[in-house]
DNA sequence: CAGTGGTCTAGACCACATC
DNA sequence: ATGTGGTCTAGACCACTGG
């Protein structure tokens, strides 16, 4: 079943992991939710079983989906996944616990997006957006101040109400209240001096030198949807990084 | 050619893998050399090519290999191949250029291992060791002051001549002058305060905040080879992550 | 041209999960 | 027993490299 050439010189296991990604984004397979089997997708493409391994073998790699042996191919999940807990989240105890913290919800205001936003966020300057504050707190004591910043379109009905109920990590949030799946985020760190404000809430001095990490994380097909700069004091953390 | 189940329950291609492992370890095939093709080691080692080539792929997975169509697969190396010159250089320029800095080295001594780093390399306490300490500079200003300390077992002859007279990275200056390759490292970042000594040095004042970058780096079966601690100026520079 | 890795297929069997 | 993904094989052909 070998199909011709065509005007795409992409291998075929490519097109159909670009046709898959299509349907995740699309939603017709939710996170966490199945897709259908290696046979089931080989006929509906009209291609060989080993084709379609080799496609969502590049998916497993970039963790958009998971193979469970046995079971079935689901798509990845911020929700549950206490593997992948840790994937979007590097800051870690000094004394090696692992400790999931607490969010605390500072406050939540709308408003435009300023020039730097609307570049990183691929938006037009001015275009309405949502912006979160928020503390992280591990064993009760506030490590990382985030300052969230969202595209008001993609995320309506966002409210102080909603977040402070729900129960789970934030991208967790936004993939079952919104929609909005994360998977890639890159991160810029500084070291910089804490202000009186961000000092207040971490419970330090001014001036105590903090991370301050710059992120912006990505949904299906590289669009920019989040983001985010958190400042985190390393008293008793640090941030944890693994070169490959 | 399916070998019987035996007493190893892992899959061949990963026994495969290990055998592969365990001759570039030895120095069978060195780094920039290529390995036999898939069909010369599918005979050598009695399994068919594509039992081979899984193997290998788990290899170029781990950036232990590079497999170039055509010509064939290489053992990778940190002294060609551009694409992972920034693998373990994680700091860049804020302005987005790239450049990669010069390395000035302060001193060298012998010492003996404290007993922090005798855990962090497997070492006992007290065993020889060769402390490094050096300054990255970008554009002629410094950013990174580095202390890397290294077992002297593994690094001898290791000279401040010799390193100022080698031209290139540090990663390949130990593995063409002693055949140690680094595959893998762990960081864990921190915010601190600079010293007296670390402002001098990095030309900012006494307090100024630094990032405080601590890594373990690891060769073939994940045995660890440095530690180094690395002070950060992010005035005009970042330290970049890629969350996949 | 020959040799290499890259893709695709077809089929067999294994390991695991579920009913 | 059935269905899933995981492994392994054998063979064909493609794409790229270099003599």
Known sequence: MNSAPGPSFQPLYLQIKDLLTQSLDAGEWKPGESIPSEIVLAARYKVSQGTVRNAIAVLAAENIVVRRQGKGTFVATHTEEQSSLFRFLRIRRAD????????????????????????????????????????????????????????????????????????????????????????????????????ATSGE????????????????????????????????????????????
């Open 201 to 244: 809430i971490l419970d330090v001095p001014a001036g105590t030198p903090l991370l301050a990490v710059e992120r912006v994380a990505y949904t299906y097909g590289d669009r920019p949807v989040e983001w985010r700069r958190g400042l985190c004091t390393t008293r008793k953390h640090y941030y944890l990084n693994q070169l490959g």
């Open 96 to 195: 090696g616990v692992d400790e999931y913290p607490h969010s605390r919800l500072l406050d939540l205001r709308r408003g435009k997006a300023t020039a730097e936003v609307a570049r990183m966020l691929l938006l037009r300057p001015g275009e309405a957006v949502i912006v979160l504050r928020r503390v992280l707190e591990y064993s009760g004591e506030p490590v990382v101040l985030d300052e969230i910043t969202l595209p008001a379109a993609l995320f309506r009905g966002l409210t102080r109400a909603r977040y402070d109920a729900y129960r789970g990590s934030t991208y967790s949030f936004f993939e079952t209240q919104f929609g909005v799946r994360m998977v890639r985020a890159d991160e810029r760190i500084k070291a910089i001096a804490a202000d």
